[in-house]
Structures are given as structure tokens and as C-alpha cells.
């Protein structure tokens, strides 16, 4: 009887879902919302039992313990997740920060439904060696036309990861060829490489920050320190790594105290390229995140960045600034690292996620000038950068970067005033955008308060081991913000304090 109950009410939310009886609401700032319901549906628990059956048919067959739920992707709408048991989330997670404009949005199905693109979704060309005729004016469109200050140069990839990993070839690539002063590769280096040995592999590394993390491939993983199950059993190369500041907030309150902890993390820097120098083993780059954002949303201000960057200026490294999580636009700026007015830009850009494509950017001087040395079967995907055109003329067309600050303002202003009413719970409320987060006075309590917002179908995500993570679509909006903050402090009022 109760399996009955909760189909048919299952049954019931995709119905409306599907009806139209959300017509779509245009704001002031003219963002559609196709049939995006007002506000969550929650027919079952989450995960309800579809979600169970069909994670237990999955883990026959992979290892499925990562899964939360399983979706209905063909009735999501907007800022709303919809799952197979009927239950329509308010989505501030959006798989991993990676939907620019929500779920199904009308611009991008578009490109799907016109016949002339169906040859770039049906082919998947090596574009490394039979690119499509229009690959140029695609790439010009949807990748240069928003490229960081500075930067024309752009290879395309499939993931973060792979673009972390074909990044930093280009900056080995780079230091290399400086040390070489132009001269040919002799036999030696020729040899030695297949061997994995000097001189032919150089013993060249590449400095990291503690809690940061770059990626899951073997290079990306020397770079990665944020959670201890994606490295253990995993070799690593000895690359150096130093400390990424430990704020303390509110920032106001804390300017002499921040100051000198990243004064502190800047000289460690410089120690730590000065040992592996000693070493023998030169460091060729300096890798960061402008917001580390899986190891807890740390943030440093502009002046660390605008110090270390000049560090690998003098000493003639290169510096990747890692876009892949805050990439197109959510941070108020398309490309975070624009916050910091540096001064001179960096010499490598990462992207993903959001993005739809992966890839980087990189100064002229970074481009590899031979062949065949940043290379895979496809390095890229044109379907891909075609959705991303699309995206790219939305979000110029409605605005959507400045909104995103608009509504990051709102947004943040309303977690600091749940902070100020439960400070036995909250602290640490942060953000750039709609790049926010807050953190817990312990790991139960988030868990505890992640676990019952998606009971009432608020779905967030978590980073660090404190730290709540907020990584709404674009088209979020101040209403979805009220939602959410209501939501928020009835299940605080719920939770007892420390």
C-alpha cells in the first residue's frame, strides 16, 4: 500500500513537471526559467527506494558507494533536480559546480535540435589530425572570445584532470627549451628518455599548496593534497609542496594576523624552491587554485597571489592558475584569478566543469612549438565547445556574470546573518559570486544538516572536512536564495550548538 502511495506521488511531481503548468518566469534581468516548479517536491525519502534499488544494481557492477541518488534528468528544469523516485531538489551542488545554465535550459537543447549540428554530436573527430572545417571559428567563438587578459593561445581537452596534466607538460615544455638555448636534442636525451632517465627525463618538479587539489591522473595527483582516499597506495613524485594560508575571519577583524600567515606561506614557498633547487631538482612551476575549493573553499587575498606570482617572474618559472571549479563567471568575474590584479597574468589557465569542455589557455611563449607533444586521440570533444558557444552567448545576452555577483552578494549577506544567529553552529562564512561557503564547528553537524536539507530537497555539497560548499547554476537568482537561507534556518533551528 505504501509502495503504491509513493508511486503515484512519484508519478504525480514528473506529471507537473512535464505539464507546463509553470509557465516560464521571466526577471527583471530577463532569465527564463523553463517550467521551473516554485519551490522543492519531496514525495519519499532521499535517496528514496528506486534510488536504492537501482544503486544496488550498479554496484553489481562497479563500485557505487560515491552515489547519492539517481536522477531524472528529462524533467530537471532550471535550478531543480529531479530524482527516479519523484523528488524535485533545489540543486545549489550542480553535479560539482559543473551546470552553467541549470538543467535543460532552452538555449542549450537548442543546438541539439538543429539538424546542421548533428554531424559535430555524431562524429567525434582526432582533431589533433582531422579538425572539422568550421574547428576555428569554434574555438574563436565560444574559447577565445572569453579568454583570460593576456592570453590567445588555447588547446582543448576532455576533463580537469587531463587539462591539469597536458598544462603542466606545457610548462615543463617551456622550461626546457629556456635551459636548452636553442640548440637540438642530442642522442643522449634522445636514448635516455625511453628510459626513463636523465638528461632526457629531466628531474624538473613542480611546487603545490597544501589542501589543493589539481586532479586524479598520476601527475595531477603529485599535486593533489586534500583527501587522503584518493592518494594512499598511489606513488608520487617528491615535488615540493607548501602551506596555502588559513585565514581567519571575519577578514576585517583579523588584517595584521592574515597578513603575516601569508607572509609566512610565501616565504615557505621560496624556501621550498630553494631546497628542491639544491636538490637537484629545479622547479619549473608553481601550481594553484585561486579558491581552493575541494580541500574546504580556502581562500588567500589578492596580495598573496600578486606576490606570488611575482616570485616565479624573478625567478623564471611558470605559474598555472587552476580555473577548472571557478571558471565561467561564478565568482563574479568569468576567471577568478581577474580578482587579484596581477601583475602580469599567468603563464597557464586551466578549465573544466562549467566550462563543458576542458582544456587551457597559455601564453604564446608557453604554446608547444613541435608536434605530437600535447597530444591525445581527441584532445577535445567539438560537440562540446559547440554547447559551450551557446552558453557563452547567454550568458553575455542576459548578463549573467554580473548577476551571479548580484546574487553572490545576496547570498553571502544571508550566510553571515545565519552565522551571526547560530554561532554555536556556524562560522567562517566566505565567498567571491556565488562561490560561497560556510563552515560547521564539526563534521557530524555539516553532515547532519547536509542530510536533512535534502530531506526537504535542498541539495548542497560539502568540501574539507567542515566546510559546506554552495555552487549554484548562473541563472540562480535572490528568490532561489530566499528559498534556500528558509530552508537553511529551519533545519539550524533543529540542531543543538556546541
Known amino acids: 500500500m505504501i509502495q503504491r502511495k509513493v508511486a503515484r506521488l512519484a508519478r504525480n511531481a514528473k506529471s507537473l ?11 527583471s534581468a530577463g532569465i527564463e526559467y523553463q517550467n521551473e516548479p516554485p519551490g522543492p517536491i519531496v514525495v519519499t525519502e532521499i535517496p528514496g527506494p528506486q534510488s536504492r534499488k537501482l544503486q544496488s544494481d550498479l554496484d553489481a557492477i562497479q563500485n ?6 539517481f536522477c531524472d534528468y528529462d524533467v530537471s528544469r532550471g535550478n ?3 530524482d527516479v523516485d519523484g523528488n524535485v531538489m533545489l540543486d545549489l551542488f550542480t553535479q560539482i559546480s559543473s551546470l552553467p545554465l541549470g538543467y535543460n535550459h532552452p538555449a542549450m537543447t537548442s543546438v541539439l535540435k538543429d539538424p546542421s549540428n548533428w554531424s559535430t554530436f555524431v562524429n567525434r573527430p582526432a582533431l589533433g589530425y582531422f579538425p572539422p572545417a568550421n574547428w576555428v571559428n569554434r574555438l574563436q567563438s565560444a574559447l577565445v572570445s572569453v579568454a583570460p587578459p593576456g ?23 617551456k622550461y626546457a627549451r629556456d635551459r636548452r638555448e636553442g640548440r637540438l636534442y642530442t642522442q643522449e636525451e634522445i636514448d635516455s628518455c625511453m628510459w626513463n632517465q636523465p638528461p632526457g627525463s629531466p628531474k624538473l618538479t613542480v611546487l603545490s599548496f597544501h589542501n589543493g587539489l589539481h586532479g586524479r591522473t598520476m601527475a595531477c595527483l603529485g599535486l593533489t593534497h586534500s583527501k587522503w582516499q584518493m592518494k594512499i597506495d598511489m606513488p608520487a613524485p617528491d615535488w615540493p609542496i607548501a602551506r596555502f594560508p588559513a585565514l581567519r575571519y571575519p577578514l576585517e577583524d583579523y588584517v595584521s594576523e592574515n597578513t603575516a600567515e601569508e607572509h609566512s606561506c610565501l616565504a615557505e614557498v621560496e624556501e621550498r624552491i630553494d631546497a628542491w633547487n639544491r636538490k637537484e631538482m629545479p622547479v619549473a612551476a608553481v601550481v594553484v587554485e585561486p579558491i581552493q575549493a575541494e580541500g574546504g573553499d580556502n581562500h588567500a587575498t589578492a596580495a598573496f597571489f600578486q606576490v606570488l606570482r611575482d616570485i616565479t617572474k624573478k625567478r623564471n618559472i611558470g605559474l598555472l592558475i587552476d580555473e577548472v ?9 568569468f ?15 586551466t578549465f573544466s566543469k562549467k566550462m563543458l569542455t576542458g582544456g587551457f589557455y597559455c601564453k604564446k611563449s608557453f604554446k608547444p612549438i613541435e608536434s605530437n607533444r600535447i597530444f591525445n586521440t581527441w584532445v577535445g570533444d567539438p560537440s562540446k565547445v559547440l554547447l559551450l558557444e551557446a552558453v557563452v552567448k547567454v550568458i553575455r545576452e542576459q548578463g549573467l556574470v554580473e548577476r551571479t555577483r548580484v546574487t553572490g552578494e545576496y547570498l553571502l549577506t544571508g550566510l553571515r546573518q545565519m552565522q551571526d544567529k547560530y554561532p554555536g553552529i556556524l562560522t567562517k562564512a566566505r565567498g567571491l559570486g556565488t562561490f560561497c ?5 564539526n563534521t557530524e553537524s555539516r553532515d547532519s544538516l547536509v542530510f536533512k536539507l535534502r530531506q526537504r530537497g535542498v541539495h548542497t555539497g560539502t568540501c574539507g572536512s567542515v566546510t559546506l560548499r554552495l555552487r549554484p547554476s548562473l541563472i ?9 537561507l528558509e530552508h537553511f534556518q529551519t533545519v539550524l533551528e533543529t540542531m543543538p550548538t556546541k
Open 17 to 27: 513537471l512535464n505539464s507546463g503548468k509553470w509557465r516560464p518566469l521571466t526577471t
Open 64 to 69: 557505487a558507494s560515491m552515489v547519492q541518488f
Open 80 to 82: 531543480y533536480l529531479a
Open 151 to 173: 592570453m590567445k593561445h588555447v588547446q582543448t581537452m576532455a576533463c580537469g584532470s587531463c587539462s591539469v596534466e597536458h598544462g603542466l607538460k606545457a610548462l615543463f615544455l
Open 325 to 333: 571549479q571557478t571558471g565561467c563567471g561564478p565568482t563574479g568575474l
Open 335 to 349: 576567471w577568478a584569478h581577474e580578482h587579484f590584479r596581477l601583475s602580469d597574468t599567468p603563464d597557464v589557465v
Open 437 to 441: 561557503a560556510i563552515d560547521f564547528h
Open 476 to 484: 540562480f537568482q535572490t528568490r532561489h536564495v530566499d528559498l534556500f
